[in-house]
C-alpha cells in the first residue's frame, strides 16, 4: 500500500474546545500597558499568594512522601482508607456511605467526566445550568453527549426554572446536573428549592448529578445541605474535591460519592469502576493524605475552613458594596463560593454593546481581567473571583469604577 503521510487531529480532538479560550483569548484586547494587571478572572484561589493550605496539610504530605509508603500504583478508585476517610466526610444522617460508594479521580474535573461518561451514550442528552461551569458542555461535546441548558433565574438569586427545567425534558434525557453551590453564580440553594428540583427528578424518574465542589462553602446564614440528603428515591452521584476548600486546585484529587436509592445505581456502580481504570485515579500521594486532612473531628482543619469562609466572606461584602454603588451595574449577592456575578445595562454606556465588549475594553484601559457572563452562556454579566487581597480588590473596583464614568451616557 503506497500511503502519503497526512496526520490529521480526530473528531474528539477537534470537538474539545473550551468556550472561555474561544472567547476570552482572540488575541483582539490586550491589558494597558501603563497599568499593573489585576487578574479576576481565574477561579484559582493560589493566584495572589494571601490564600494558602493549613500547614498541617502540607506536614501530612511531607511525612507521606518521606515515609516511602505511597510510591505504587494505588487500586483505580483509590486507596480505601481515603475513600473511607471521604465516605466520612461527605455522607450525612440520612445518607450515609461507606468507602464502596466512592470512586477518586483526578480532580473534580475528572470525576465529572467519568460521572457523564458512565451515565450517558451519544444522543442522549443531559440537563444542565445556564449560566454553569463550561467544562460539562466541554466533556459532553467531546463525547458526543447532547446538552440541554436549564435557566437559572438572576431574580430568585440563581434558583432554577423549574418549570423551564421540565420542558425541556424528553425520551432521550438521562440525568439532571445541577452545581451547589454555583460556579459563575455564588448562589446556594434551599432546602425548599432542592425539593423542589427533587420533586422533577422523581416524576421524570432522572438521576441527579450533583456538583457540590464548593460544599461547605458558604457565608452567613447560608448553610450547604447535599440534595442527597433530602431523597430516599432519586440516585444520585455527587461531585466533590479538595481544590477549592483545601486551597490546592494543582493537587487534583477529586471524588464521585454514589448515593444509590433502591439499588438503582448498580450497573452505573459497576461502570464508574471500569472508567476508574482508564486513568487509575490522581497521584498517590495526594490521596494519602486524605484520612487525615478529611478528619472532622480534627480543630485545626476546622478552624482553618472557618477562617477561609470569614475571609472570602469579608471580599465577597466588600464586593457588592463597592459595585453596588457604581451606576450600571447590579452585583446579584453571593451567598458562597469565590464568585460574583454582576449585571450590565448596556444602556447607560456608550460604546459598550456587550459583556464582551466590556470585559475587552476594562482590560484594554484599567488591565482589569474579569470574566464576560457569555462563556457561560449569560449575556450582559460578568464575573469576578474576589479571592485576591483587600488592597488589590480595592484598586481593581475604583477602576472599574473609573471605567464606568469614563463611559457614562450624559
Ligand atoms: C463548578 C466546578 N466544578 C468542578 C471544578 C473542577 O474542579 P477540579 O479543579 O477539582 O477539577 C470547578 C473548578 O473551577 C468548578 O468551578
Given at each position: 500500500?503506497?500511503?502519503?503521510?497526512?496526520?490529521?487531529?480526530?473528531?474528539?480532538?477537534?470537538?474539545?474546545?473550551?468556550?472561555?479560550?474561544?472567547?476570552?483569548?482572540?488575541?483582539?484586547?490586550?491589558?494597558?500597558?501603563?497599568?499593573?494587571?489585576?487578574?479576576?478572572?481565574?477561579?484559582?484561589?493560589?493566584?495572589?499568594?494571601?490564600?494558602?493550605?493549613?500547614?498541617?496539610?502540607?506536614?501530612?504530605?511531607?511525612?507521606?512522601?518521606?515515609?516511602?509508603?505511597?510510591?505504587?500504583?494505588?487500586?483505580?478508585?483509590?486507596?480505601?482508607?481515603?475513600?473511607?476517610?471521604?465516605?466520612?466526610?461527605?455522607?450525612?444522617?440520612t445518607s450515609p456511605?461507606?468507602?464502596?460508594?466512592?470512586?477518586?479521580?483526578?480532580?473534580?474535573?475528572?470525576?465529572?467526566?467519568?460521572?457523564?461518561?458512565?451515565?450517558?451514550?451519544?444522543?442522549?442528552?443531559?440537563?444542565?445550568?445556564?449560566?454553569?461551569?463550561?467544562?460539562?458542555?466541554?466533556?459532553?461535546?467531546?463525547?458526543?453527549?447532547?446538552?440541554?441548558?436549564?435557566?437559572?433565574?438572576?431574580?430568585?438569586?440563581?434558583?432554577?426554572?423549574?418549570?423551564?427545567?421540565?420542558?425541556?425534558?424528553?425520551?432521550?434525557?438521562?440525568?439532571?446536573?445541577?452545581?451547589?453551590?454555583?460556579?459563575?453564580?455564588?448562589?446556594?440553594?434551599?432546602?425548599?428549592?432542592?425539593?423542589?428540583?427533587?420533586?422533577?427528578?422523581?416524576q421524570y424518574r432522572?438521576?441527579?448529578?450533583?456538583?457540590?465542589?464548593?460544599?461547605?462553602?458558604?457565608?452567613?446564614?447560608?448553610?450547604?445541605?447535599?440534595?442527597?440528603?433530602?431523597?430516599?428515591?432519586?440516585?444520585?452521584?455527587s461531585i466533590g474535591?479538595?481544590?477549592?476548600?483545601?486551597?490546592?486546585?494543582?493537587?487534583?484529587?477529586?471524588?464521585?460519592?454514589?448515593?444509590?436509592?433502591?439499588?438503582?445505581?448498580?450497573?452505573?456502580?459497576?461502570?464508574?469502576?471500569?472508567?476508574?481504570?482508564?486513568?487509575?485515579?490522581?497521584?498517590?500521594?495526594?490521596?494519602?493524605?486524605?484520612?487525615?486532612?478529611?478528619?472532622?473531628?480534627?480543630?485545626?482543619?476546622?478552624?482553618?475552613?472557618?477562617?477561609?469562609?470569614?475571609?472570602?466572606?469579608?471580599?465577597?461584602?466588600?464586593?457588592?458594596?463597592?459595585?453596588?454603588?457604581?451606576?450600571?451595574?447590579?452585583?446579584?449577592?453571593?451567598?458562597?463560593?469565590?464568585?460574583?456575578?454582576?449585571?450590565?445595562?448596556?444602556?447607560?454606556?456608550?460604546?459598550?454593546?456587550?459583556?464582551?465588549?466590556?470585559?475587552?475594553?476594562?482590560?484594554?484601559?484599567?488591565?482589569?481581567?474579569?470574566?464576560?457572563?457569555?462563556?457561560?452562556?449569560?449575556?450582559?454579566?460578568?464575573?469576578?473571583?474576589?479571592?485576591?487581597?483587600?488592597?488589590?480588590?480595592?484598586?481593581?473596583?475604583?477602576?472599574?469604577?473609573?471605567?464606568?464614568?469614563?463611559?457614562?451616557?450624559?
Open positions: 500500500m503506497n500511503r502519503e503521510w497526512n496526520i490529521q487531529a480526530s473528531n474528539a480532538a477537534l470537538n474539545t474546545t473550551n468556550p472561555i479560550r474561544a472567547i476570552v483569548d482572540t488575541g483582539k484586547y490586550k491589558p494597558n500597558p501603563e497599568k499593573s494587571v489585576i487578574p479576576l478572572s481565574i477561579g484559582d484561589p493560589c493566584v495572589f499568594g494571601n490564600l494558602n493550605v493549613d500547614q498541617y496539610v502540607n506536614t501530612v504530605l511531607v511525612e507521606n512522601i518521606q515515609s516511602g509508603k505511597f510510591n505504587g500504583y494505588p487500586p483505580s478508585i483509590g486507596y480505601e482508607a481515603s475513600r473511607t476517610a471521604i465516605a466520612k466526610f461527605v455522607e450525612t444522617k456511605l461507606t468507602a464502596s460508594d466512592i470512586i477518586i479521580a483526578s480532580g473534580a474535573s475528572g470525576a465529572i467526566e467519568i460521572a457523564l461518561t458512565a451515565i450517558l451514550n451519544p444522543g442522549d442528552n443531559i440537563l444542565i445550568p445556564k449560566p454553569g461551569f463550561s467544562l460539562y458542555e466541554c466533556i459532553c461535546h467531546s463525547k458526543g453527549f447532547n446538552i440541554k441548558h436549564y435557566n437559572l433565574l438572576p431574580e430568585r438569586s440563581w434558583e432554577i426554572d423549574i418549570d423551564h427545567l421540565k420542558s425541556l425534558i424528553d425520551s432521550n434525557t438521562k440525568a439532571i446536573l445541577i452545581n451547589n453551590p454555583s460556579n459563575p453564580c455564588g448562589s446556594n440553594f434551599s432546602a425548599n428549592h432542592l425539593q423542589q428540583i427533587l420533586q422533577v427528578a422523581d432522572l438521576p441527579i448529578i450533583s456538583d457540590e465542589i464548593y460544599a461547605g462553602m458558604t457565608f452567613g446564614d447560608n448553610v450547604f445541605i447535599p440534595i442527597a440528603s433530602l431523597t430516599e428515591t432519586v440516585p444520585v452521584l474535591g479538595i481544590a477549592k476548600r483545601f486551597l490546592v486546585p494543582g493537587w487534583r484529587v477529586g471524588w464521585i460519592a454514589v448515593h444509590d436509592r433502591n439499588n438503582l445505581f448498580t450497573a452505573i456502580k459497576k461502570s464508574l469502576v471500569s472508567l476508574s481504570q482508564l486513568i487509575l485515579g490522581p497521584n498517590s500521594l495526594i490521596q494519602s493524605i486524605l484520612p487525615s486532612i478529611l478528619d472532622t473531628n480534627n480543630e485545626q482543619i476546622n478552624k482553618f475552613f472557618q477562617t477561609v469562609n470569614a475571609t472570602l466572606e469579608e471580599q465577597s461584602r466588600f464586593t457588592v458594596e463597592s459595585l453596588s454603588k457604581i451606576d450600571g451595574l447590579t452585583p446579584i449577592t453571593s451567598s458562597g463560593t469565590m464568585y460574583q456575578m454582576i449585571g450590565i445595562d448596556t444602556s447607560k454606556f456608550v460604546g459598550i454593546e456587550d459583556d464582551v465588549a466590556f470585559m475587552g475594553q476594562l482590560l484594554q484601559e484599567e488591565s482589569v481581567f474579569v470574566l464576560p457572563g457569555t462563556v457561560f452562556g449569560m449575556k450582559n454579566f460578568f464575573r469576578i473571583v474576589f479571592c485576591a487581597p483587600m488592597e488589590k480588590l480595592a484598586d481593581a473596583y475604583q477602576r472599574i469604577s473609573v471605567f464606568c464614568e469614563n463611559h457614562r451616557k450624559k
